[in-house]
C-alpha cells in the first residue's frame, strides 16, 4: 500500500535534486568546515601520543603498576584502626570543623562582593571588570597554595586550614554568586522598587529569593568537596585527618590507611546524603512560598 505522504516526500525530494543541480556551492559544505573534524581528531591523537611518550609511558610499566596496586590493595585487607580509633575519629572531626568553617566564612564574605560583580546591581563598568578579576585572581590559586601560604603566615594547624578554604572558595563563591544574581527575572525587583522600596530592599525581596536556593545548592556542594580537600591540606600540616593519612601511608600501615579511607568516604556519602534533603526541603519552602 502506497502511503499518502509518499507523492509529497518523492516531489520534495524531486525539488531538493533540482535545487541542489542548480546551486551546487550551497549544498557544499566548505573545505575547511569538511577538514575541521579529522584535523582535530589528528591532532588531539599526535597530542596524546606525544605526551605518553615525553613521560615515559610504556604497557610494560602500567602492568607492573597494577600488579604492584594489587598487592596494596590486598595488604589492606581487612581494614582496621588499630589502637587509633579515638584519635581518628577526633581527627574527622576536626576535618569536618576545618570544612564547614571555611566554607561559611567563604560564603559570607563572597556574597558582598558578589554583588558588586554583578552587573544587574551595580552598573558601574570599573567597579564590576576590577571586582571580577580581583575574584579570578584569588580562585586561580589553588587550596593546597594557600594551605603552604597560611601555614608559613599563621602557623601549622587547623586553623590554617579554615583560612586556606575561606581564601580559595571566596573566589569561587564570589564568581559562582554573581552568575547566579545576573541570571535572576528582574521583575520582582521592579516590582519593589515601583512600591517604593530601595536598590538594597529591590535586591533583599527581589533578587535574594529567586537565588537563595541555587546559592545554597552550591554552598552545600562546596561543603561536601571541601571535606576531601580539608584532608588533603591536612597532609601539608594544616590538621584534620589528612595528617593521621600521611603518617599511615608513610608506615606502610596499610590496613589503618584502609580504614581512614573509608571513613573518608562514609563521611562524604552522608553528607551528600544531607545535603540533598536540606536543598530540596529549602526549594520546596521556596516553592510553597512563591
Request: hydrophobic share 50%; proline share 5%.
Amino acid at each position: 500500500m502506497t502511503s499518502p505522504s509518499s507523492p509529497l516526500r518523492a516531489r520534495a525530494e524531486a525539488d531538493r535534486a533540482s535545487l541542489k543541480q542548480r546551486y551546487p556551492a550551497s549544498f557544499r559544505a566548505p573545505l575547511q568546515a569538511r577538514l575541521m573534524t579529522p584535523a582535530t581528531v589528528v591532532l588531539a591523537t599526535a597530542l596524546a601520543v606525544y605526551a605518553l611518550w615525553r613521560f615515559g609511558f610504556s604497557p610494560e610499566k602500567f602492568i607492573d603498576g597494577l600488579g604492584k596496586l594489587g598487592i596494596v590493595i590486598g595488604l589492606m585487607i581487612p581494614p582496621s584502626p588499630g589502637n587509633q580509633l579515638w584519635n581518628y575519629i577526633g581527627a574527622l572531626g576536626e576535618t569536618l570543623s576545618i570544612a564547614f568553617l571555611g566554607t561559611l566564612g567563604a560564603a559570607i564574605l563572597a556574597l558582598p562582593v558578589s554583588m558588586l560583580a554583578a552587573k544587574n546591581v551595580v552598573a558601574n563598568r570599573i567597579i564590576h571588570f576590577t571586582s571580577r578579576r580581583f575574584l579570578d585572581t584569588i580562585r586561580g590559586v589553588d587550596t593546597l597554595i594557600w594551605a603552604l601560604i597560611w601555614i608559613n603566615v599563621v602557623g601549622l594547624g587547623p586553623f590554617a586550614g579554615i583560612l586556606a578554604i575561606l581564601t580559595s572558595d571566596f573566589g569561587t563563591f564570589g564568581k559562582l554568586f554573581s552568575e547566579a544574581i545576573e541570571a535572576a527575572d528582574k521583575k520582582p525587583v521592579d516590582g519593589v522598587l515601583s512600591a517604593g522600596g530601595s536598590d538594597l530592599q529591590g535586591f533583599r525581596f527581589g533578587v535574594l529569593p529567586q537565588v537563595l536556593p541555587v546559592l545554597l545548592s552550591q554552598v552545600l556542594y562546596y561543603f561536601e568537596s571541601n571535606t576531601r580537600s580539608a584532608t588533603i591540606i591536612g597532609i601539608v600540616g594544616a590538621g584534620g585527618i589528612g595528617l593521621y593519612l600521611a603518617n599511615e601511608i608513610a608506615q606502610a600501615e596499610w590496613p589503618q590507611v584502609a580504614f581512614l579511607i573509608l571513613m573518608i568516604l562514609v563521611t562524604v556519602s552522608t553528607i551528600d546524603w544531607l545535603s540533598g534533603k536540606i536543598r530540596f526541603a529549602v526549594i520546596g519552602t521556596q516553592g510553597r512560598t512563591a
